[in-house]
């Protein structure tokens, strides 16, 4: 098993792309935050009766322990850039036919499989690694009066990589099946950004939320929206309240998905011509 | 002494189309094993159903007299249809790789083998920045990686200059005599005559004929004799007994006789006492080009 991670990471850390996630994580995951930061300060800081309104409603969804789940939640909105690397990963070795090479030095099927589910692993860690680090520092700057909190609401960096894992392996799927770098990504871009974001409305109001069984949506249901949305009044509240206490039911949806994604991936890759 | 391959009945098809059928033969312990027939025969078809790229439809092979598994591809060095590398790394990154998957090999003989397929200068620059040759070349070498005892070799020289086609020769001379067994695919029957022992010769997905080279291609003995008076040697050579058949052209006339049969010294003898002088007498076998046609003609 570790000489399967050694070999990828031979293959991963002379790849220019992997770096450019990297720097691009590293720049989008804080950048958003920022952004959503800087919102926040300006609508409480202020002598306006509005800012105050602004404060008492939002708190500061950016202070420990708040921030575990604020930051998750909108870093959780870019998986679009580490899954372009999981296709490209998975894509790069059909395009170098280094599928068929792998298996012809002595890979067994299985271990091809498991080696790519290793990629989306390191990547899922790497986003985990870079977002806990951007909440601690949030958590840090935004409230130090807070900073004996930070323990409370971990759960949301599990919840975070789990997230990104599952997603993450949607992505390979795609890229799995497709084969075709391009046609994958705008594929993965398309479904991501816009198809399943209509879906999940429209069946919000058309079904009993049937939306919430497609396959990004069962995991994106595992971060809700943050905390500071349940102020705006009963519903907002109810809603808020609702969407936390479903996280454990979709966690097993996540569960059973991202499973099932796998095997099929094993079971295919073991029986098909490379 | 056990095959190193045996191959019991492989069938494949895509779809509609029949890519082989029902083939089986074997590859004897230190053997150059040629794999030969025009395109689309099915020999890459074959070749990949061993490494197990391709799934047959029915039949089994045996490597080493085991099933084909990731234990018996470790000990085969095996360049299959294209040179397939990763395009951003260089020749030594690869070869790592290579040498990481199969456990063949070490830092040392990756250098080794750059010297000898001669992309040691380049060893650190980007696969996607080589030539066809050199992509070739350094297929070869991540195949003789580690020194296995099995070579398989699709297409060999492909995409390589004369001189790296009698370089690449040379190195399976060098490597049959150190009592390697080589699998090797070609439609270059140049190639196969000059190193081959065995040879198997495919068409459409089936086999035509297998087995050691002098039994597959030469199934005649051809004498070809010259002298002053043609019209004299023709008659005088109609007497001779024995022989198939008999035919001319402007400089000589070919005796054809059963394969390993031909009395060399007795037709001499004869010519001489019915007052003949020969200026030319030679043996040759059916050049493996001829015979191919023959084969694979309809």
């Known amino acids: 098993m570790f000489s399967l991670i050694k070999i990828e990471w031979l293959k991963i850390k002379k790849y220019p792309a992997f770096w450019w996630m990297l720097a691009i994580v590293t720049l989008t995951y804080p950048g958003t935050n920022m952004m959503f930061y800087y919102i926040y300060s300006k609508s409480i800081n202020g002598k306006e009766v ?225 | 002494m056990e095959p190193i391959l045996s191959i019991e009945g492989i069938s494949k098809s895509y779809g509609n189309i029949q890519a082989l059928k029902n083939v089986s033969y074997e590859v004897p312990q230190g053997a150059v094993f040629g794999l030969l027939g025009p395109n689309g025969s099915g020999k890459t078809t074959m070749l990949s159903i061993i490494l197990d790229i391709l799934k047959a439809n029915s039949g089994t092979f045996k490597w080493f007299g085991n099933p084909g598994s990731p234990e018996t591809r470790k000990r085969i060095g095996s360049l299959l249809e294209t040179p397939n590398f990763y395009h951003y790394l260089s020749a030594v990154d690869n070869l790592k790789i290579t040498s990481a998957i199969s456990g063949r090999g070490n830092d040392q003989s990756i250098e080794d083998v750059l010297k000898v397929v001669k992309l040691y200068e380049r060893r650190n620059s980007r696969f996607s920045t080589y030539s066809l040759g050199m992509k070739q070349r350094l297929a070869i070498g991540a195949a003789l990686l580690g020194n296995p005892e099995v070579l398989l070799f699709d297409e060999p020289t492909n995409g390589l200059d004369p001189v790296g086609i009698a370089e690449i020769r040379e190195l399976i001379k060098v490597l049959a005599k150190q009592g390697k067994t080589i699998i090797m695919a070609s439609h270059l029957l140049d190639e196969v005559e000059k190193v081959c022992t065995h040879v198997a010769i495919m068409k459409r997905g089936t086999l035509l004929a297998a087995g050691p080279v002098n039994e597959v291609l030469a199934n005649e003995d051809i004498v070809e004799l010259a002298s002053e008076n043609s019209l004299k040697l023709k008659s005088v050579l109609e007497t001779f007994p024995g022989y198939l058949s008999i035919s001319e052209n402007d400089s000589f006339i070919q005796l054809h006789f059963p394969f390993g049969t031909a009395p060399m010294e007795a037709i001499n003898k004869h010519c001489f006492e019915n007052g003949i002088v020969l200026n030319q007498i030679i043996l040759k076998k059916k050049s493996l080009e001829s015979k191919f046609f023959e084969l694979t003609n309809d």
Request: proline share 4%; glycine share 4%; aromatic share 18%.
């Open chain 1, 50 to 274: 509005a800012n105050n309104v602004a404060k008492m409603l939002l708190g500061n969804p950016f202070a420990f322990p708040e921030t575990w789940h604020t930051v998750a939640f909108l870093s959780s909105v870019f998986i679009i850039i580490p899954s372009i690397l999981v296709i490209m990963l998975v894509t790069n070795e059909y395009n170098y036919k280094t599928h068929r090479q792998n298996i012809i030095d002595g890979w067994s099927r299985n271990q091809f499989v498991t080696s790519k589910l290793f990629d989306v692993l390191i990547i899922s860690l790497v986003s985990t690694m870079m977002f806990t680090l951007v909440a601690s520092i949030f958590g840090m700057y935004a409230d130090p009066d807070n900073l004996n909190r930070w323990a409370e609401q971990l759960q949301y960096i599990p919840l975070f990589f789990i997230q990104t894992f599952a997603q993450l392996t949607v992505a390979f799927l795609i890229g799995f099946l497709i084969k075709k770098a391009f046609i994958a990504l705008g594929f993965f871009l398309f479904y991501d950004l816009i198809l399943e974001k209509i879906a999940v409305g429209y069946l919000r109001f058309k079904t009993d939320d049937l939306g919430r069984f497609l396959p990004l949506e069962i995991s994106n249901r595992i971060l809700p929206w943050p905390a500071f949305t349940n102020r705006f009044g009963k519903d907002a509240k109810d809603w808020y309240v609702k969407s936390v206490a479903a996280i454990p039911e979709f966690l097993i949806y996540t569960f059973i998905l991202t499973a099932a994604i796998w095997a099929f991936c094993y079971y295919l890759h073991k029986r098909r011509d490379l």
